[in-house]
């Protein structure tokens, strides 16, 4: 607080930090906000968006693998084309059941793990029946219609649940990367605008502690000096402070002070040079007065003189 009142500079340069660390506050919660925005946009594209389109993937795979069935029965009466499309609907439903187990312990939200484990456990069974529907069709002397008889409504269930849960795992991607977005809009929006607002605030406090504590104080001190310049004596210098304006107010009434005592001085030399001519002036008409008396007399003896000579 010292140096605060007894140094322009230190309140000047007080007063530029702070705005500067109001704004060095801002940018660092804008970086930490930033950071945190960056792991959350990695967890959704790494995490998120990655189980949306195994998800999709896996619902991709059971339509092909239902389709497979369907070009099993479609083309069962050649042996190689049946045992190709029937090898391809069990190599589908390998991957699937890999593909779920590699996602379902990725998966946090409960509604869609419990969506995922169902269709499992549903995909699962329909698989077995698909294999009874196999065995009837190839009893049936691979009658198309007695295959799919076998196995009519069994896929239901399960494309029911695989559609629920992939939608559900996209839908739950999309809002939390709208949320991030809109996080990320509203806090740099915020934090831009605090750093404005501090920017302005820390200019116009510099402004108003410039003009308090140089700008008035030196134009009345201008004002002063320069009435001082003038001879006038009448306006001795009133700023009173402990830093650099007031050592040189306080240089100012010293300076008046002594112009003061100055002027008072000559004034009394004057008095005293007034009486003194005043003295020589009086002296000087006694003497004259004198000369003349002395001239008279001097006068009167000589012609008393010239008298008595002619008496004689």
Same mark, same amino acid.
């Given at each position: 607080?010292?140096?605060?009142?007894?140094?322009?500079?230190?309140? %000047?340069?007080?007063?530029?930090?702070?705005?500067?660390?109001?704004?060095?506050?801002?940018?660092?919660?804008?970086?930490?906000? $930033? &950071?945190?925005?960056?792991?959350?946009?990695?967890?959704?594209?790494? #995490?998120?968006? %990655?189980?949306? !389109?195994?998800?999709?993937?896996?619902?991709?795979?059971?339509?092909?693998?239902?389709?497979?069935?369907?070009?099993? !029965?479609? +083309?069962?009466?050649?042996? @190689?084309?049946?045992?190709?499309?029937?090898?391809?609907?069990?190599?589908?439903?390998? /991957?699937?059941?890999?593909?779920?187990? #590699?996602?379902?312990? =990725?998966?946090?939200?409960?509604?869609?793990? @419990? &969506?995922?484990?169902?269709? =499992?456990?549903?995909?699962?069974?329909?698989?077995?029946?698909?294999?009874?529907?196999?065995?009837?069709?190839?009893? /049936?002397?691979?009658?198309?219609?007695?295959?799919?008889?076998?196995?009519?409504?069994? @896929? =239901?269930?399960?494309?029911?649940?695989?559609?629920?849960?992939?939608?559900?795992?996209?839908?739950?991607? &999309?809002?939390?990367?709208?949320?991030?977005?809109?996080?990320?809009?509203?806090?740099?929006?915020?934090?831009?605008?605090?750093?404005? !607002?501090?920017?302005?605030?820390?200019?116009? !406090?510099?402004?108003?502690?410039?003009?308090?504590?140089? %700008?008035?104080?030196?134009?009345?001190?201008?004002?002063?000096?320069?009435?001082?310049?003038?001879?006038?004596? $009448? @306006?001795?210098?009133?700023?009173?402070?402990? #830093?650099?304006?007031?050592?040189?107010?306080?240089? *100012? =009434?010293?300076?008046?002070?002594?112009? $003061?005592?100055?002027?008072? &001085?000559?004034?009394?030399?004057?008095?005293?040079?007034?009486?003194?001519?005043?003295?020589? +002036?009086?002296?000087?008409?006694? %003497?004259?007065?004198?000369?003349?008396?002395?001239?008279?007399?001097?006068?009167?003896?000589?012609?008393?003189?010239?008298?008595?000579?002619?008496? *004689?």
């Amino acid at each position: 607080m010292s140096l605060f009142s007894r140094s322009i500079l230190a309140r %000047v340069l007080s007063v530029v930090l702070a705005a500067n660390l109001l704004v060095a506050i801002c940018a660092l919660l804008y970086f930490s906000h $930033s &950071l945190s925005s960056n792991r959350e946009y990695h967890a959704l594209a790494s #995490d998120q968006m %990655v189980n949306a !389109l195994e998800a999709e993937d896996i619902l991709n795979q059971f339509k092909t693998q239902v389709q497979e069935w369907k070009n099993v !029965l479609i +083309r069962g009466s050649d042996s @190689d084309q049946r045992n190709k499309y029937w090898r391809q609907f069990q190599q589908q439903e390998t /991957s699937i059941q890999q593909a779920l187990g #590699d996602l379902l312990p =990725r998966l946090q939200n409960g509604e869609a793990r @419990d &969506l995922m484990s169902r269709f =499992r456990d549903a995909h699962q069974r329909m698989g077995l029946a698909y294999r009874e529907g196999f065995e009837a069709f190839s009893r /049936s002397n691979y009658d198309h219609q007695a295959g799919d008889q076998a196995v009519q409504g069994i @896929d =239901r269930e399960p494309a029911q649940l695989i559609e629920e849960a992939s939608t559900l795992i996209r839908e739950q991607a &999309l809002t939390q990367a709208s949320a991030l977005n809109e996080s990320v809009s509203r806090n740099t929006t915020l934090i831009g605008s605090l750093m404005l !607002l501090s920017i302005i605030a820390g200019t116009l !406090l510099c402004i108003l502690v410039l003009s308090r504590s140089v %700008v008035r104080p030196v134009r009345t001190l201008t004002a002063q000096l320069h009435s001082l310049g003038e001879g006038d004596l $009448s @306006d001795p210098a009133t700023l009173r402070r402990e #830093d650099e304006l007031g050592r040189l107010a306080d240089a *100012a =009434r010293n300076l008046h002070a002594f112009l $003061s005592e100055t002027g008072a &001085l000559m004034g009394r030399f004057a008095e005293q040079l007034s009486s003194t001519s005043e003295s020589l +002036r009086s002296n000087a008409q006694a %003497v004259a007065n004198h000369s003349d008396l002395s001239h008279q007399r001097i006068e009167q003896i000589a012609t008393a003189m010239n008298e008595m000579s002619a008496t *004689a």
